[in-house]
Each structure stands twice: as structure tokens, then as C-alpha cells.
T-cell receptor, first 118, second 116 residues
Framework: GENVEQHPSTLSVQEGDSAVIKCTYS??????FPWYKQELGKGPQLIID?????GEKKDQRIAVTLNKTAKHFSLHITETQPEDSAVYFC?????????????????FGQGTILTVHP | NAGVTQTPKFQVLKTGQSMTLQCAQD?????MYWYRQDPGMGLRLIYYSASEGTTDKGEVPNGYNVSRLNKREFSLRLESAAPSQTSVYFCASSLWGGLLTNYGYTFGSGTRLTVV
């Protein structure tokens, strides 16, 4: 099955700096790569995603890049703010079909604890 | 629009006790999932239901059972709780289909379970 490795496990930056989190995946058939942010005591929330036919996607201060050849993808957060402090998870999925229904199973990385110091 | 609702939010069980974690979504999603989250291990898939009437094992199914009661509800049952099942449990749902592009999961707020 799919295996997703995420690095670093902890990341500490000063407010205004950039933060980069990297993930690698094992299954070349994976075609969907979302990123989730989890705040303390809450469930993970989707912040950005990228599909395998796109190399880069940006949404305000966050961007994701995908290198299919190397099987790795990264999350970039610019101009970090204290409210960006949270646990971030990457994930990978293959879209499958069963009984006429399409679905996907996300495999998650181990998570990165991001701390932004004021 | 409540999204994904999980009950209870907290639970303490004694070893050997049983309980059912409830999950309901109101977004008309076809797929539902149960994950457990442990420190340093990310989220691991326990069971999933690709569509109403189907369920399949995930990465860590031992000690658990599930029921997809209808399109909205997907429950997780611990028949005989063990300390190793102490964890935070998350239910999620998603919409995948045909020519539609993939969608990410919507997660519930979690159930924090302690087995003593």
C-alpha cells in the first residue's frame, strides 16, 4: 500500500519567516495530494490540495509543489503569523472505483508541529 | 450545516467494556472513514465505507467493527476495549464520483477515548 513520509516532525520559525514542509510518497499511482491543518482539540481541516496533473498551486500565503518524478510534494507558507501555529499533515490518495462508485483512501504523513514565534 | 458530527467527545472505558462511536454527516457525501490518531503516528485508517452498503478494512482494523447504517451515519464499535485502543478517533466523509474531481475529507472534531 501507499506510504507517506513527512519531514520535519517539528518546525520553529519567527513571525514573518517562511516555513517549508516536505513529504514523499511511495505509490506512483497516487494522484491527489491534500494538506491539512489541525489546531489543538480540533479535527484536521483541508487548507490546500494538488492533483497529479498540476505542478504547483498557490492560495494567498500558502503554496504546494508536486514533483511526480521524484514522488515528493511540499507545503510552503510565506510571511508566517502566530495563528499559523498548528500541526500540519500531508496525505496522498489514489482515486479508485468499486461497484460503480468512485472513492479514495487518504494515507497521511506523521505530521509536523509548526510553531511561529511572535 | 453541521458537517461531520461525532459523539461522544470524551469517553473513559474499563478494559473489556464495549462502546460505539457515532458519526453522522449532512453533506450528502458518499464515502465515510474512521481514523485513529496517536502521537507521532499521524492518522491511521481503521475502516472505511466507499458507499452506502459497503465497508472495508483499513490499515489497523483489529479490535474494531463498523456499520454504515445509511448514507449519513457510520458507527465504530469496540467490542472489548483494550488499553492499546486509547487514542483520538476521527470520522471523516468525502465526495468522490464519476467525472467529478477529487475532494478532500471533511473531519469531525474527534472522540478522545481512554481505556484503563
Amino acid at each position: 500500500g501507499e506510504n507517506v513520509e513527512q519531514h520535519p516532525s517539528t518546525l520553529s520559525v519567527q513571525e514573518g519567516d517562511s516555513a517549508v514542509i516536505k513529504c514523499t510518497y511511495s505509490d506512483s499511482a497516487s494522484n491527489y495530494f491534500p494538506w491539512y491543518k489541525q489546531e489543538l482539540g480540533k479535527g484536521p481541516q483541508l487548507i490546500i490540495d494538488i492533483r497529479s496533473n498540476v505542478g504547483e498551486k498557490k492560495d494567498q500565503r500558502i503554496a504546494v509543489t508536486l514533483n511526480k518524478t521524484a514522488k515528493h510534494f511540499s507545503l510552503h507558507i510565506t510571511e508566517t503569523q502566530p495563528e499559523d501555529s498548528a500541526v500540519y499533515f500531508c496525505a496522498a490518495s489514489i482515486k479508485r472505483s468499486a461497484g460503480g462508485t468512485s472513492y479514495g483512501k487518504l494515507t497521511f504523513g506523521q505530521g509536523t508541529i509548526l510553531t511561529v514565534h511572535p | 450545516n453541521a458537517g461531520v458530527t461525532q459523539t461522544p467527545k470524551f469517553q473513559v472505558l474499563k478494559t473489556g467494556q464495549s462502546m460505539t462511536l457515532q458519526c453522522a454527516q449532512d453533506m450528502n457525501h458518499n464515502s465515510m472513514y474512521w481514523y485513529r490518531q496517536d502521537p507521532g503516528m499521524g492518522l491511521r485508517l481503521i475502516y472505511y465505507s466507499a458507499s452506502e452498503g459497503t465497508t472495508d478494512k483499513g490499515e489497523v482494523p483489529n479490535g474494531y467493527n463498523v456499520s454504515r447504517l445509511n448514507k449519513r451515519e457510520f458507527s465504530l464499535r469496540l467490542e472489548s476495549a483494550a488499553p492499546s485502543q486509547t487514542s483520538v478517533y476521527f470520522c471523516a466523509s468525502s465526495l468522490w464520483g464519476g467525472l467529478l474531481t477529487n475532494y478532500g475529507y471533511t473531519f469531525g472534531s474527534g472522540t478522545r477515548l481512554t481505556v484503563v
